[in-house]
Each structure stands twice: as structure tokens, then as C-alpha cells.
């Protein structure tokens, strides 16, 4: 049980005011930030490549960087598509499945995950695809400042 302990806040259940307190002065970039399940629980690569677009973060950013209006939109953005996600059953990439058996639907609702090379749903520029912490990711270097 040593590694619940260990587990970061629920996302779903923070304030702005919480969020903003806990990005404080980190000075990580921020993508592998939000996937440090010490930091907050419950976002893997996908959702956080997910989100970084939305709220449109370039993921190689230091999280420092950030300014009140983009922590923000980017707990909002959290929030949206883990809430979505859920509803959808989750991301099936490979073999991942529900309990049910059934595969999770919200893949078709990704816009930079697995697009490397596609055009940007918004302005049409190739996303790119790199390494951050160990994961690879994707982003739009135009869309994502």
C-alpha cells in the first residue's frame, strides 16, 4: 500500500487555487510533470499529450513557465478530458480493454496522440513526435507555445 501513499491528488477533485500552489516554481518541463503519478494521479501519456494540446502547452515547457491563465486552462483541460475519457471507456491502444471486454472509444477523439506526421486538426502543420522522460509524444509545434 506504500505506493497509494505515495499517489498525488486526484485531478478531478482540484481547485485552481491548489493546482496553481502545486506547479509553485517546478522547474521540470511539464509533460512528464503531469505524468509523475506522485505529483497528481490518474494521467498517463496519452491523456497528457491529449491535454497539453487542448490547452495549447508545448509539452517540452518548464512548468514554471507557465502563467495563471495557462495553469488554469490546463487543470480545466485535465479535467475535460479525463471526464470524457471516462465516459468513453478509456483509450484502446493495443491491448487495453474495459472490464467488459469492449475496447474504450475515446481514441477517436485524440488529436495529437498516434499522429505523428499528420496534419494538425486546427492549422494544418505536421504533428511532430519526440521523447520526453522516456515516452514519446506529440504535439503541433505551431498550435503549442
Request: net charge positive; charged share 30%.
Amino acid at each position: 500500500m506504500k505506493f497509494i501513499k505515495e499517489l498525488g491528488p486526484e485531478p478531478l477533485d482540484l481547485t485552481s487555487e491548489k493546482f496553481k500552489a502545486m506547479i509553485g516554481s517546478k522547474k521540470t518541463r511539464i509533460k512528464p510533470l503531469l505524468m509523475d503519478q506522485t505529483f497528481i494521479s490518474g494521467i498517463g501519456n496519452i491523456y497528457a499529450a491529449e491535454v497539453l494540446f487542448r490547452a495549447k502547452i508545448n509539452p517540452t515547457r518548464a512548468a514554471n513557465s507557465l502563467t495563471a491563465k495557462e495553469k488554469d486552462l490546463l487543470l480545466g483541460q485535465i479535467k475535460k478530458v479525463l471526464r470524457d475519457a471516462i465516459k468513453s471507456g478509456g483509450s484502446s491502444i493495443d491491448d487495453y480493454v474495459r472490464l467488459s471486454g469492449e475496447k474504450g472509444d475515446y481514441v477517436r477523439h485524440h488529436r495529437v496522440y498516434g499522429r505523428a506526421a499528420q496534419p494538425c486538426f486546427i492549422c494544418r502543420t505536421p504533428i511532430k513526435r519526440t521523447v520526453l522522460g522516456g515516452r514519446g509524444t506529440f504535439f503541433c509545434p505551431k498550435c503549442q507555445k
